[in-house]
């Protein structure tokens, strides 16, 4: 991928810049074979990593009602502050396309609640390719609390 702050690198970088990223993958890597993509036939696994430290995974779970479904990286964070965690610092997420599949459109918003700081991971489960951005650079402009209190006024 091309743009500001988006780059492509491969594992080894990835885990220069994030010591945390091979254990993240290694969750995400198995979240994504427990996903549940009865419908799309397309698996995600996702990992977060969050303020302190802990690791969460996190897996899609598709429904026949489409609009039920969630995504894997939703369902990592959802795990987080369900375990009580007020931050995430870092996202991966796997998908078995050759090259890496950023998250989608929601989980961007749902990533912009933790700040436009936190460095999201997407990588391919059967390549050695990893983009790897600031939230903000994949998220720019985004809707958040400020947004809501400014109405307000």
């Not at 375990?83 to 050759?98: H, I, K, N, P």
């Not at 890496?100 to 999201?120: D, H, K, N, T």
């Amino acid at each position: 991928m091309s743009g500001s702050g988006i780059e492509s690198i491969d594992r080894a970088e990835a885990a220069a810049r994030l010591p945390e990223f091979p254990a993240l993958l290694e969750m995400a890597l198995l979240a994504q074979s427990r996903a549940r993509a009865t419908y799309s036939g397309f698996h995600v696994g996702a990992a977060v990593l969050s303020g302190s430290g802990r690791q969460y995974p996190g897996s899609n779970v598709e429904s026949a009602s489409y609009g039920a479904t969630i995504c894997a990286e939703r369902s990592a964070i959802v795990g987080a502050i369900s375990a009580g965690e007020t931050e995430v610092r870092a996202c991966v997420v796997v998908t078995s396309t050759r090259e890496p599949s950023s998250p989608c459109g929601i989980c961007r918003q749902l990533l912009a609640e933790f700040g436009p700081e936190v460095l999201v991971f997407a990588a391919s489960s059967v390549g050695d390719g990893v983009m790897t951005a600031r939230l903000g650079d994949l998220l720019p402009l985004s809707f958040g609390a400020a947004s809501l209190e400014d109405a307000r006024v």
